[in-house]
């Protein structure tokens, strides 16, 4: 006989790996903002009951991915272009902050790792590709800091712009990314030295760039 607790324990499994592949699909772009998830059609598809959907979809809300609307369901998480600007610049100040955290406690591997990243931006053509590395090369400066709610924060705010990011990085093309790349390299050499002023600031004009250039493509939140 299943107890209680390995019931709970099952629907506890269940309930992160729905949770996790939404996440992927959402964040790929399979699943676009806005989109109506259907509980019927998970339930389907990961042959579970409505119990584990529910606390995959409370984790999605709490990751930034999902809206839940009371007596009227879930839907992947959509933003308009004020609301895109106000996250950008929470992001200037709250990421500078994560990076001067963590920068004197960052492995010499870890910054091998992302100087890899950053050629292997430098070297890919496919767009999804280059968000992917993006999303990873920066995440990976912030990860000692030490700060668990901030870290928190950070990953929620870029899981909330990724759409908008890969609209943006689509929009401007491979050669429109000469200028993120040498910031990027800026950024690792600041980082290498260990200069946490110099980092923050290039850091925060890094995401400054980005959100003053999404105000020329108002188009993109209308997709």
Not at 9 to 20: D, V, Y
Not at 46 to 66: C, K, N, T, Y
Not at 204 to 214: D, E, F, P, V
Request: hydrophobic share 40%; with cysteine; charged share 30%.
């Amino acid at each position: 006989m299943t107890t209680g607790r390995a019931m709970s324990k099952q629907s506890g499994a269940a309930s992160l790996r729905i949770a996790n592949e939404l996440s992927r699909k959402i964040l790929s772009g399979s699943l676009l903002p806005g989109t109506r998830i259907r509980q019927e059609q998970i339930a389907e598809d990961f042959g579970v009951s409505r119990l584990p959907i529910r606390e995959a979809l409370r984790i999605l809300e709490s990751r930034g991915l999902v809206a839940l609307v009371a007596s009227t369901g879930a839907w992947v998480s959509s933003m308009n272009l004020a609301e895109c600007q106000e996250t950008y610049l929470i992001r200037e100040r709250v990421e500078p902050l994560a990076l001067g955290q963590a920068i004197d406690r960052i492995p010499l591997d870890c910054i091998d790792r992302l100087a890899r990243l950053a050629n292997d931006m430098e070297s890919c053509e496919d767009i999804e590709d280059f968000v992917e590395l993006d999303r990873e090369f920066h995440l990976l400066t912030f990860q000692e800091a030490n700060m668990p709610t901030l870290l928190e924060m950070v990953e929620r705010l870029w899981n909330t712009t990724q759409h908008y990011r890969r609209a943006y990085v689509q929009l401007i093309g491979p050669e429109g990314l000469e200028e993120t790349h040498l910031e990027h390299r800026m950024l690792l050499a600041a980082i290498r030295r260990r200069d946490v002023r110099t980092a923050e600031e290039l850091l925060a004009m890094h995401i400054r760039k980005t959100r003053i250039s999404l105000l020329d493509h108002p188009e993109i939140f209308n997709r």
